[in-house]
């Protein structure tokens, strides 16, 4: 009897089903899981619900606003997981919401002193977080790596990753590689020494560490190839730290289980004051191959030896299988700063190809054989030889992620043409500031010429794109030129759209094949985050985190004057078909530009010039020009008042919004000289407004 009735049960299901009366199976639920999508970081997603067909449709489904002390800039990629979306923004906070609605679950701040602001090279960003077993792993701004249920958001553990007394941040995203959690860090621009860690997931117990240039020879070498590393160095360079920071990019094989790491530039960047006499520097500026359960070294290929242009090897790295040579590689490729698209053999480190993917003067071209640079001799800047550098340290491409299709074979990149004036400081005058800005660059002629005639001549000669590169056929297959040179992410789906925000704020979808705008919409301010996509409940999503993060180069004057500022930090998330309305900011209200007369002496105020650009510029502008999150001090009533502006800047009377304490760092004779600066700035601009 009971087989009867199943029988029958069965029959009417499937005429139901032919009949059309009864929802067919909903389709299961696809995160983001990881920074990069997947371990090997491609930011493609095989969803494809949103076509080049119906792109037009998407409409905004929720938005969420994040909570932050100060409105500073986000950076992050999201990630999804069973349905939840975490996502971490400025001064690291970290928001729980529901991937659907948006609805805010949870928020977690770490709560730190807003002073840690002084050690941030690159603003109080974060780039992500990551998931396992439960926890949700943020690492902290103060060094700290924090592992928090994902359920409630409380704190499970926290490891201390790096030495509180020293001028190491975090804003890099974790990766989870078993059952250990990675952190790097950044700092290289304060002369500290670079490394990776590696955390039990579950205890947050140090399982191993690497370092990425070598200590003090007194004190012996932790490996073998930090050994091998410490005999391309010469000086007494661990004075100085030495830099080569993991900051930011990692990717891994799980079939080959190596880890690869990027790391960063040198510390100071003049190798003359780094490293005197020369030599290669290893591992600065090289992606390093590592064995996740162990730490141990695997091979490395150096991009830039004796890198003293801040050309990193932290940009992101993507992990693909290439016939090149009717031969299939498996590779590594990665845009870094310097300028060239590197393909290279991810199982042993041998260079295949190095292409030009932006214009470049520092070098003549790479080995063919082993991809070393044939570096221009001009490049070897000094205290008595400018170089005129493309590209500029913000890189042909900088931290925004890329993203690989293997259907079409392209890779998307956001890439950036910013010229920039290298001259070292008199190496022999050299001061090493433990807590200070330590390039070896002269901090008053390395800042933007404040004649406005040539510094629209340099505005001029600045670009940016959004360009689909041919890795096998090695040269550019379409660009999109973009309104200011720094612009977002990258995501690519099977499909065949392309999706990016720029500086200006629009989030745009386009053709992955030809690059032709599909759908567009602006949304407020400037977007430098990449987008994800997931479905949850059986629709597809796109989400984007929105509002300027990191420094702007050079201040782009009337491009970025048309973005609005960093207002607004928000995840916008968008589904075909979504009817939810933004909030309409209020217009832009400057404050009013009222300085005092500029009457203090010449000497004075170039002296403040030194200084400002030594210990200011990163937050408040190049030569004090602001449109950013922070105040644009020519525009303060504090440079009115001497007591004012000391009560600022040596007394932490601003400390809860982020402004530094620099009352270990200055003299109250040094804060007048900025003052005396400031206000001669602002005295430039009253006397012609058309300055940016």
């Given amino acids: 009897m009971k087989k009867k009735a199943g029988a029958a049960i069965v029959a009417v299901m499937a005429v139901a089903l032919a009949a059309g009366t009864v929802p067919a199976k909903r389709p299961a639920d696809i995160g983001w899981p990881s920074y990069g999508l997947n371990p090997a970081e491609t930011r493609y997603s095989s969803l494809d619900q949103i076509t080049p067909a119906n792109v037009g449709q998407l409409g905004v489904a929720w938005y969420a606003d994040f909570d932050a002390r100060s409105l500073r800039g ?48 690159c603003d109080v960003v974060n780039r992500g977080v990551a998931y396992a077993n439960g926890k949700v792993f943020v690492g902290v701004l103060d060094g700290r790596l924090v592992a928090l249920d994902a359920r409630t958001g409380k704190p499970v553990w926290t490891a201390v990753t790096t030495d509180p007394g020293k001028s190491y941040t975090i804003t890099g995203a974790p990766r989870v590689i078993g059952n250990k959690v990675l952190i790097g860090n950044g700092g290289a621009e304060y002369a500290v020494r670079g490394y990776v860690s590696a955390y039990d997931v579950d205890s947050g117990k140090l399982a191993w560490r690497f370092y ?11 490996n073998k190839a930090i050994a091998m590393a410490a005999k391309t160095w010469r000086g007494e360079w661990w004075k100085y730290g030495g830099g080569g920071t993991v900051w930011d990019s990692m990717a891994y094989d799980p079939e080959l289980d190596l880890l690869y790491i990027g790391v960063g530039n040198g510390g100071p960047w ?7 006499g020369g030599g290669d520097n290893l591992f600065l500026s090289s992606i390093v191959a590592l064995k996740p359960e162990t730490g141990d070294y695997v091979w490395h290929f150096q991009e830039v030896p004796g890198d003293q242009w801040d050309y990193t090897a932290t940009q992101h790295m993507i992990l693909a299988d290439l016939t090149i040579d009717g031969r299939l590689r498996k ?80 890779v998307y990149i956001p890439t950036a043409e910013i010229p920039y004036g290298y001259i070292a400081e008199d190496a022999a005058k050299f001061h090493y500031d433990p807590r200070g800005w330590n390039t070896g660059q002269d901090p008053a002629r390395t800042a933007m010429p404040e004649d406005p005639k040539i510094r629209a001549q340099i505005r001029g000669m600045m670009g940016g794109a959004l ?11 379409w660009s999109v030129p973009m309104p200011m040179p720094w612009n977002g992410g990258v995501l690519s789906t099977a499909t065949g759209l392309v999706f990016q925000g720029n500086g200006e704020g629009e989030f745009a979808a386009y053709d992955a094949t030809t690059g032709r705008k599909l759908w567009s919409a602006h949304l407020d301010s400037g977007i430098v985050a990449p987008p994800v996509t997931y479905r949850v409940g059986g629709v597809q999503y796109v989400s984007v985190a929105v509002g300027w993060g990191g420094i702007l180069p050079l201040n782009m004057g009337e491009a970025l004057k048309k973005a609005v500022p960093p207002r607004v930090n ?6 075909i078909g979504g009817q939810a309305a933004l909030p309409k900011l209020p217009p832009l209200e400057r404050a009013p530009l009222d300085p005092p007369p500029a009457t203090a002496p010449p000497e004075q105020v170039a002296e403040g ?20 999150g922070v105040p644009d001090l020519r525009r303060s009533a504090a440079i009115a008042d001497p007591a004012t502006f000391k009560a600022f800047v040596l007394e932490g009377a601003a400390e809860p919004l982020g402004m530094p304490n620099f009352s270990k760092d200055l003299t109250p004779g040094q804060v007048e000289a900025i003052r005396a600066y400031v206000i001669k700035r602002a005295n430039d601009l009253k006397a012609d407004p058309s300055q940016p």
Avoid at 80 to 109: C, E, F, N, Q
Avoid at 270 to 276: A, E, G, H
Avoid at 331 to 341: E, I, S, T
Avoid at 343 to 370: A, E, M
Wanted: glycine share 12%; charged share 20%; net charge positive.
């Fill in 74 to 121: 986000v950076e992050g990629t999201p990630i999804v997981v069973d349905g939840v979306m975490y996502a971490s923004g400025p001064w690291s906070k970290v928001i729980a919401l529901d991937a659907r609605t948006g609805r805010k679950l949870w928020s977690y701040d770490p709560d730190f002193e807003g002073g840690i602001a002084r050690r941030a090279c």
């Fill in 212 to 222: 990425t240039v070598p200590g003090d020879p007194a004190k012996g070498f932790e």
């Fill in 270 to 276: 003049d190798i003359k004051v780094r490293s005197p």
């Fill in 331 to 410: 590779v590594l490729m990665q845009a870094p700063k310097n300028g060239y698209f590197y393909v290279i053999d991810r199982q042993t480190g041998q260079f295949i190809s190095g292409t030009p993917y932006v214009p470049l003067n520092w070098s003549k071209g790479l080995d063919p054989r082993t991809g070393r640079p044939d570096i221009a001799p001009e490049a070897r800047y000094g205290s008595e030889k400018p170089f005129i550098g493309l590209p500029s340290p913000a890189g042909g491409h900088g931290w925004q992620p890329m993203s690989y299709s293997p259907k079409t074979g392209y």
């Fill in 467 to 477: 360009i689909a590169w041919d890795p096998v056929a090695r040269r550019k297959m």
């Fill in 570 to 575: 928000r995840i916008v998330t968008f589904r």
């Fill in 609 to 628: 010039h030194r200084i400002f650009h030594t210990n200011c510029w990163m937050c408040h502008g190049d030569s004090a020009v602001n449109h950013g």
